[in-house]
């Protein structure tokens, strides 16, 4: 198993941020896909954190969603243990 700060906690953090930013907007993944121009089974299978993390794509995320990108990754990185606060941060000023 890997440790707490491994690939997993960040996969987590980042899946659980990306659809609790995704809720709080009010959108559908269906909506967010076809903004951030994915086939809709892409976009699920990076809201479900499946792959490498992709700046260029959580860009493209937080274009659609109207959230501030580098206020997602750095949450990731760091291990932000509340997906609230990751919300909070990536909401623009």
């Known amino acids: 198993m890997p440790p707490a700060d491994g690939p997993l906690s960040e ?3 980042l899946k659980e941020a ?3 930013i ?3 907007r ?3 993944a269906r909506e967010v896909a ?3 121009g994915l086939a809709l089974r892409t976009y699920q299978h990076f809201e479900a954190g499946r792959g490498q993390l992709n700046f260029e794509r959580i860009k493209a995320f937080a274009l659609a969603t109207d959230s501030d990108p ?3 990754l750095t949450a990731v990185m760091i291990g932000t ?3 609230e606060g990751v919300v ?3 909401d623009k000023p």
């Open 81 to 83: 243990a509340s997906v």
């Open 18 to 20: 990306l659809r609790a």
């Open 22 to 24: 995704r809720r709080r």
């Open 70 to 72: 580098h206020a997602i």
């Open 11 to 13: 996969t987590n953090t």
């Open 88 to 90: 909070m941060r990536a």
């Open 34 to 36: 076809a903004a951030m």
């Open 26 to 28: 009010g959108m559908s």
